[in-house]
């Protein structure tokens, strides 16, 4: 049985939106909890001055100028060019140190692997990216330590120990639909692997896992539209279709961990005495277009980049896109149904061409359906892309040791 470490499973309370205001406390035996809501309001809302974060937090501007003080003294926040041209003395606009920490994000997905370095100010300094037509364990391990060594190396001595830790995305079933995925004869090694307690050990740093939907919801929330989308459903077209739910802007992870698990949805009406309905991943996920690509002759790893909007490819992807978007409108008819969710956000590690395509097509998917009685969502494109997975892994140590909540996003096990 495959054995997973501190899933992710409760997004933040903070965010980009007034909603998600991060709110310290002026009572005294606070200091590390405000600090880290110092920070989190910085990585929100970008560089402020003191009074902003004081407003921001509802700190007293006393207690946050001591606070940017000893941020500044352990190297997590440095100032900015005042701000010049209004009444009275120039602001300074406080700014998290991109060298003051660093994370490794790991994305195993089914059909590759990304490992990127992220910066305390969420910019990759680094990133790796491997193809395969299945996952190798053995493999796939070794790349990791070999780049986690490399992305070490790159920086300097004096920033090594400044790395917090890796965040690892996979999926909870990675060695299951082996036939689906025409890799039948695969043995069961992923289902018998404790994966953050193997990179752990070949790599010698702390690991959290996080299932890979869930990862990529976390990104979407942290640092794209979820920043100001308080409840949101998230589908996140991949090898397989898989999404995640946001309600009040926490992650809600159900009690098997598989709350917007939408890529077993089914797509149709069980009949008796017929064949269960196809699932939505079966309909709508990119090994469908790899199958046309292949019956076609033609390269199917094209799903995955600029070529699928090209000729030869794009006549296949058109008849991909419509048959994927009738079935995700009919996900996002049902889920506005049982949600009446804020909006819905669609994003893939598909090119961001296709997904325009697959975005116009679902809107023209939903105008086919009958909205008496219920509210239509907005339908959005995520902004994060094919890096979703990887990101939302690496904020995951960031979040662990700077957000004021330690336990954000791994409150549950899933």
Not at 214 to 219: G, I, K, M, R, T
Not at 244 to 273: F, K, Q, R, T
Request: aromatic share 6%.
């Amino acid at each position: 049985m495959q054995q997973h470490h501190s899933p992710a499973a409760s997004a933040p309370e903070e965010g980009g939106a007034d909603n998600l205001r991060p709110r310290g406390s002026n009572q005294t035996g606070m200091r590390q909890f405000n600090e880290r809501v110092v920070l989190q309001a910085i990585r929100l809302h970008g560089s402020l001055p003191k009074a902003d974060l004081a407003r921001l937090t509802t700190l007293s501007t006393q207690t946050v100028a001591l606070i940017i003080a000893r941020l500044s003294d352990d190297g997590l926040v440095m100032k900015l060019e005042p701000l010049r041209g209004k009444i009275g003395q120039p602001s300074v606009p406080i700014a998290l140190k991109p060298d003051g920490a660093f994370s490794i994000g790991v994305k195993i997905g089914r059909r590759n692997l990304d490992v990127l370095l992220l910066d305390f100010a969420n910019t990759v300094r680094m990133r790796h990216s491997q193809a395969y037509r299945f996952p190798d364990p053995q493999h796939v391990f070794q790349v990791i330590a070999e780049q986690v060594r490399a992305m070490q190396a790159a920086l300097a001595p004096e920033l090594r120990g400044r790395i917090l830790g890796i965040g690892v995305a996979a999926p909870l079933s990675l060695g299951s639909w082996q036939e689906l995925m025409g890799v039948a004869g695969q043995d069961g090694r992923w289902n018998r692997l404790d994966i953050a307690r193997q990179i752990e050990a070949d790599t010698g740093l702390p690991v959290m896992f996080a299932k890979d939907t869930a990862a990529a919801c976390v990104a979407e929330l942290v640092a794209g539209r979820g920043r100001s989308v308080k409840s949101f459903l998230y589908l996140f077209v991949d090898t397989f279709i898989g999404g995640g739910l946001v309600i009040d802007s926490n992650l809600y992870a159900g009690l098997h961990g598989n709350a917007g698990a939408i890529g077993s949805l089914p797509v149709g009406v069980a009949e008796p005495g017929g064949k269960a309905p196809a699932q939505l991943l079966s309909t709508a996920s990119l090994l469908g277009l790899e199958r046309l690509y292949e019956e076609a002759g033609l390269e199917p790893a094209a799903a995955y980049d600029e070529r699928a909007s090209q000729a030869p490819w794009a006549g296949h992807s058109a008849r991909w896109v419509e048959q994927a978007a009738a079935a995700i409108a009919m996900v996002v008819s049902s889920a506005s149904c049982m949600l009446d969710p804020e909006g819905v956000i669609v994003d893939g590690s598909c090119s961001r061409a296709l997904l325009d395509q697959l975005m116009a097509a679902i809107g023209d998917a939903l105008d086919r359906y009958n909205w008496e009685g219920v509210q239509r969502p907005p339908v959005h494109a995520g902004t994060i892309g094919s890096d979703a997975r990887a990101l939302g892994g690496a904020l995951l140590p960031l979040y662990a040791n700077f957000a004021p909540d330690r336990e954000l996003f791994l409150k549950l096990e899933a």
